[in-house]
């Protein structure tokens, strides 16, 4: 028996998508905190800061159901823990906030799970990676009849002779969802779903919490983070709900992605890419620093000091804009990572981006931050907002972006009309004073139903990036009113749009001006 799953496809950022970016936040008290100094951290993926147990909270089934008719609703304070589906609070009938780590398939886990991992050297490639075992986190057994599936701690990953930075062939895959179940249907809701490929160096301590267990911790053993060497590739393959649609936004460069279907309720996703290294805000101001910055008020929530989010919150960009002039445009750091997540529908999409039955798209950066949503379409080009600061942490060094867009080739095709024909794109990248950068290597290529688009080596403040597709516009059929045997093609029409201040001719064919623009 196998619990049913939807996807809150309706989830907008305007939402629970909004709320959970900043109740998520860890926040201290701006007065009595054991320091006076301001701490101010970006958190680049789920693995910091989330332990490394599953977690399921009983919820009062009406705040379930605002969530599921997209009203937002604080029900952080309302969830209560619990240690198993059967004792209180969750034995009773009840609605459910779940975080689960997903397990590796097995012959006795076929649903919602991890088929394989691996990594390769810079260079070479990929190799599988076999199975050394779990983290020994909080597991919960699963109930179909509740909508609970089956739960896991992060797993365990042993890659022979494919060393990371620490010389070491270890590495944990970690794939999170988080999601809701209703009392009433006993369906499970995913709200969203994350993976992400760590490699590791194990330790061993007293079976205590320590800081340098930064990967995960198991008794007396643990793991800590280690970095990937330049030019490493890592692959994993996952059977998900087929309800998971849309798009996913990626940690990494040059990825290949190949959707398959396993049954008649899950997909197999296999997802191949290069690692990519990612700047790093993390800092303590004292109180004299944080009065210098452009609106101390920005980070003082209800007297309490806002002092992390995560790279894909929406207000992370106005973060680096804030912090940008004491951290003097210079990073405090850089990782290697290799991470996805989904990302959750944009209000305003395109017709051509609504399909609900398959995914249409991973944009992809290593920026510091990132518009937490899929490009925007404007009728005429595709923009993504990212952000960070423009040197290193040598203060010297620029840092350079990577951005790539894999987007299913007919969605493409959609948007801007255009027949089978090969496309052709121009990569541009607009400051915010509006001045366009140079862009050291753009890419273009199509393969197996996927049109993949690249920039790398532009620098940073807060870009916008814009990519702009040519090809051959289809002619629709138009019978003659006078003669129904005589058929012509309708012409294209150039008309002038207005949105905001920005005015723009367009060559559409149809006399209408696209979605959020209006005909001048």
């Known amino acids: ?15 629970l998508a909004l709320f959970l970016a900043i109740a998520s936040l860890t926040s201290l008290p701006a007065h009595g905190a ?45 969830r209560k823990f619990c240690e198993t589906l059967t004792s209180a609070p ?33 260079g070479a490639a990929i190799k599988s990676g076999t199975l050394i075992g ?52 006993n369906k499970l809701y995913v709200f969203g779903v994350s ?39 890592a692959q994993i393959a ?26 008649s309720n899950q997909n197999r996703l296999t997802v191949s890419a290069e690692t990519v290294r990612v700047p790093e805000l993390n800092i303590s101001l004292t109180p004299e620093q944080f009065k210098t910055l452009p609106n101390p008020s920005f980070f003082m929530m209800n007297d309490m ?20 002039g004491v951290l003097k445009d210079t990073a405090t750091g850089e990782h290697g990572t290799w991470s996805f997540s989904t990302i959750p529908q944009n209000n305003n999409d395109t017709t051509c981006f609504q399909d609900k039955t398959k995914l249409l798209g991973l944009v992809m950066t290593n920026a510091l931050v990132y518009s937490p949503r899929a490009p925007d379409f404007d009728g005429t080009q595709l923009n993504y907002k990212v952000g960070g600061l423009h040197f290193k942490a040598d203060g010297k060094t620029l840092t350079t972006g990577t951005y790539d867009l894999l987007m299913r080739s007919d969605a493409a095709r959609c948007l801007y009309n255009f027949t089978d024909a090969p496309i052709s ?47 051959t516009l289809k002619t629709i059929p138009k019978v003659s009113t006078y003669n129904s045997n005589t058929k012509q093609t309708t012409k294209n029409y150039t008309i002038t749009c207005v949105k905001g201040k920005t005015v723009k001719k367009m060559i559409v064919p149809k006399p209408s001006c696209p979605f959020g623009w209006k005909k001048k």
């Open 134 to 185: 779990y983290t020994n986190g909080r597991v919960y057994a699963a109930d179909p009849s509740r909508g609970v599936p089956e739960s896991a701690s992060p797993s365990r990953w042993k890659v022979d002779g494919v060393l990371n930075k620490d010389g070491t062939d270890t590495y944990a895959a970690k794939l999170l969802l988080d999601g809701f179940v209703s009392s009433k249907t």
């Open 305 to 324: 000091q806002w002092n992390s989010v995560n790279a894909g919150n929406i207000a992370a960009l106005e973060w680096v804009k804030q912090l940008s």
């Open 238 to 263: 996952v059977r998900l709900p087929n309800t998971i649609t849309g798009w996913l936004h990626g940690r990494f460069k040059d990825a290949s992605i190949a959707i398959e279907k396993y049954d």
């Open 425 to 471: 794109a121009s990569i541009t990248v607009t400051n915010a004073d509006g001045g366009e950068q140079k862009i050291s290597t753009t890419v273009l290529n199509e393969k197996d139903g996927w049109l993949h688009l690249g920039a790398y080596g532009f620098t940073f403040s807060t870009p916008t990036l814009r990519v702009k597709l040519s090809g």
């Open 34 to 78: 054991p320091s006076d100094n301001h701490d101010f951290l970006i958190v680049d993926s789920f693995s910091e800061g989330v332990s490394g147990s599953s977690e399921i909270y009983a919820l009062p089934e009406a705040q379930v159901q605002d969530i599921l008719n997209n009203v937002q609703t604080n029900y952080l304070p309302s």
């Open 1 to 15: 028996m196998r619990a049913e799953v939807i996807v809150l496809q309706k989830l907008g950022l305007s939402s």
């Open 90 to 122: 969750c034995a009773e009938p009840t609605g459910l906030s779940l975080r689960f780590y997903l397990p590796v398939c097995s012959q006795s886990v076929l649903n919602y799970c991890i088929e394989s991992m691996g990594v390769s050297a810079p």
């Open 195 to 233: 993976a992400i490929v760590e490699p590791y160096t194990e330790l061993t301590n007293n079976g205590q919490p320590s800081s340098d267990c930064t990967s995960w911790q198991a008794g007396t053993t643990c793991g800590k983070r280690s970095d990937f060497v330049d030019g490493q590739k």
